[in-house]
């Protein structure tokens, strides 16, 4: 074996170990989809979260609210939004489908906040609250970390960061954590700061083992610090650019992500065809052995070699806007 494979092979070894610690957590419900925690909270989610930014690209309204209550209902009980999906809509339809009795109590319900002072954080955390009809957030997330100076600014002293601890103390806010898809180095720079994180949110998929990885870099650091881990982007963005390149099913992308020591994997849904899929391949979830995760991994290594497949990594999304808009007011 070439030194080159022998590190692969190693490397994709010492994931699975964590994995496996992850899959072990792992608990039944009775609702039939498998809980994780969410690392030191004590809290549970289930293994597979319903995304925002595709249940809010729903055309009809209530074909988006029919789908958010089959959800609950079927266990996937974790649910991410963020403030600008859809300029807001995201957070409207959601925000009428908890509305219904006895729904909003069987859901961890996540948003992101996209401003980097203190005040945009409480405009949007105003927003986020009315929008989705409720008191309190469960988990609140700074969205969309990419820049070099994202981390000093939410920590400045009128950043954003003061807002969410007030928040949090205040009951608005019941954990805080951040996400992004860029680089790594957001990730590494955002968990250098002086906060013990909730959790962190990043790609998990077969091709970022190659590319700018953050399962290699940011995933390891999380698992030592305890710190929940929520996938996204398993089959590379919203028009699933993996499985149409690579030819790689989609419940096998989903497994090789819940392979790895995540709590949760958000998932793009905007039919009942994906949902149930998604249901399916959660309550039937069987870890990849590591043959498998080696060949996966394998297949993708000259497809993922530049990038563009995964083009969140190479471009600028997320809250860009706000960044650069309040860093020209600061």
């Known amino acids: 074996m070439s030194p080159t494979r022998r590190e692969f092979v190693q490397t994709v070894v010492a994931g699975l170990a964590l994995g496996s610690r992850m899959v072990q957590a792992q608990e039944d419900s009775p609702a039939g989809i498998p809980t994780?925690?969410?690392?030191?909270?004590?809290?549970?989610?289930?293994?597979?979260?319903?995304?925002?930014?595709?249940?809010?690209?729903?055309?009809?309204?209530?074909?988006?609210?029919?789908?958010?209550?089959?959800?609950?209902?079927?266990?996937l009980t974790f649910f991410d939004n963020c403030?600008?999906?859809h300029n807001g809509r995201s957070e409207e339809v959601m925000g009428k489908a908890l509305a219904a009795p006895g729904y909003r109590d069987k859901v961890f319900l996540m948003t992101k906040v996209c401003g980097r002072d203190y005040?945009?954080?409480?405009?949007?955390?105003?927003?986020?609250?009315?929008?989705?009809?409720?008191?309190?957030?469960?988990?609140?997330?700074?969205?969309?970390?990419q820049w070099d100076d994202d981390p000093d600014l939410i920590f400045a002293e009128n950043g954003a960061f003061r807002f969410a601890i007030e928040a949090q103390k205040a009951g608005k806010v019941r954990y805080i954590g951040f996400t992004g898809h860029k680089n790594p180095r957001f990730h590494l720079a955002m968990l250098a700061k002086?906060?013990?994180?909730?959790?962190?949110?990043?790609?998990?998929?077969?091709?970022?083992a190659h590319y700018q990885s953050f399962q290699k870099q940011v995933l390891p650091e999380c698992h030592r610090r305890d710190i929940g881990v929520i996938g996204m982007k398993a089959l590379g963005s919203q028009n699933g650019r993996i499985p149409r390149e690579t030819g790689i099913d989609a419940p096998t992308l989903r497994c090789f992500a819940l392979s790895l020591p995540i709590s949760s994997l958000i998932c793009g849904i905007q039919s009942r065809e994906n949902l149930k899929q998604?249901?399916?391949?959660?309550?039937?979830?069987?870890?990849?052995?590591?043959?498998?995760?080696?060949?996966?991994?394998?297949?993708?290594k000259e497809p993922a070699a530049s990038g563009v497949i995964e083009q969140y990594k190479v471009g600028n999304y997320g809250c860009d806007w706000w960044h650069n808009l309040q860093k020209a007011s600061g």
């Open 278 to 300: 998604d249901i399916l391949m959660a309550r039937n979830f069987k870890p990849l052995t590591e043959s498998d995760l080696v060949a996966l991994l394998e297949r993708t």
């Open 83 to 85: 403030w600008e999906y």
């Open 119 to 145: 005040k945009t954080a409480r405009s949007n955390l105003e927003d986020s609250l009315r929008r989705l009809q409720t008191d309190r957030i469960d988990l609140w997330q700074f969205h969309g970390i």
């Open 194 to 208: 002086p906060y013990d994180w909730a959790s962190v949110q990043m790609p998990i998929n077969v091709l970022d």
């Open 36 to 75: 994780r925690p969410l690392g030191k909270t004590g809290e549970r989610v289930s293994i597979i979260g319903l995304g925002g930014w595709d249940i809010g690209a729903v055309k009809d309204e209530n074909e988006a609210i029919a789908i958010m209550h089959e959800a609950i209902q079927e266990g």
